[in-house]
């Protein structure tokens, strides 16, 4: 079976899928023999996005909040992290995307570059519970460095410590000003839907 052949089979799989499996990358990459090999997630560290496919929003964000709602219990009590930030963090990062993959190379639901990865030991990159429990770390160490400043601890986990450091605050980047005024957005919204709800049943 030639390339082109290959190419025009994998295209029609893309097309034809249900809308709930077709949200994901058609990737090749070769195996320790040489073999070459297509799939629709990522398997090793080096591979090749063969087709690129749009991931359609037909999931509201609760559905995803709910996904991972145990991972990201899990993390806020085991770094000390509330959820609503992680939540945040999270939506901000990557939409809730588990296969997201950056222009820069960042990884995951928590974006998280590969040295970063390795650091706080999230082998799988692509696995959720991975994913934020070394995102959730990394944000803790850095709340910690930063005394605690939430406004520091995101300027660095976006532009990184080097880059707060320098500028002695929140650096000059619009990318890192629109990530941090849009992270405390929406956890400052997930508070306020927390109060409403306990004020309706409470009532």
């Given at each position: 079976m030639n390339f082109v052949r290959i190419f025009f089979l994998l295209f029609l799989t893309v097309c034809f899928l249900p809308a709930k499996t077709?949200?994901?990358?058609?990737?090749?990459?070769?195996?320790?023999?040489?073999?070459?090999?297509?799939?629709?997630?990522?398997?090793?560290?080096?591979?090749?996005?063969?087709?690129?496919?749009?991931?359609?929003?037909?999931?509201?964000?609760?559905?995803?909040?709910?996904?991972?709602?145990?991972?990201?219990?899990?993390?806020?009590?085991?770094?000390?992290?509330?959820e609503t930030l992680i939540h945040s963090v999270i939506e901000t990062e990557s939409g809730y995307n588990r296969l997201a993959v950056s222009r820069a190379g960042a990884r995951g639901l928590m974006q998280l570059m590969p040295k970063t990865a390795e650091r706080y030991g999230a082998r799988n990159v692509f696995s959720p519970a991975e994913n934020i429990d070394g995102g959730v770390h990394y944000l803790r160490d850095l709340l910690d460095r930063y005394d605690g400043s939430v406004h520091l601890a995101?300027?660095?986990?976006?532009?990184?410590e080097t880059a707060v450091d320098k500028y002695g605050g929140v650096p000059p980047f619009p990318e890192t000003r629109k990530f941090i005024g849009k992270v405390l957005r929406l956890r400052n919204n997930s508070r306020s839907d927390a109060r409403v709800s306990r004020q309706i049943f409470s009532e």
């Amino acid at each position: 079976m030639n390339f082109v052949r290959i190419f025009f089979l994998l295209f029609l799989t893309v097309c034809f899928l249900p809308a709930k499996t077709a949200s994901a990358d058609i990737i090749k990459y070769f195996d320790d023999e040489g073999r070459l090999h297509f799939t629709d997630r990522p398997v090793q560290e080096s591979y090749v996005v063969f087709i690129k496919t749009t991931v359609p929003k037909h999931r509201p964000v609760a559905y995803y909040r709910e996904l991972y709602r145990r991972e990201i219990a899990l993390a806020a009590e085991k770094y000390g992290v509330t959820e609503t930030l992680i939540h945040s963090v999270i939506e901000t990062e990557s939409g809730y995307n588990r296969l997201a993959v950056s222009r820069a190379g960042a990884r995951g639901l928590m974006q998280l570059m590969p040295k970063t990865a390795e650091r706080y030991g999230a082998r799988n990159v692509f696995s959720p519970a991975e994913n934020i429990d070394g995102g959730v770390h990394y944000l803790r160490d850095l709340l910690d460095r930063y005394d605690g400043s939430v406004h520091l601890a995101l300027a660095a986990y976006n532009a990184g410590e080097t880059a707060v450091d320098k500028y002695g605050g929140v650096p000059p980047f619009p990318e890192t000003r629109k990530f941090i005024g849009k992270v405390l957005r929406l956890r400052n919204n997930s508070r306020s839907d927390a109060r409403v709800s306990r004020q309706i049943f409470s009532e």
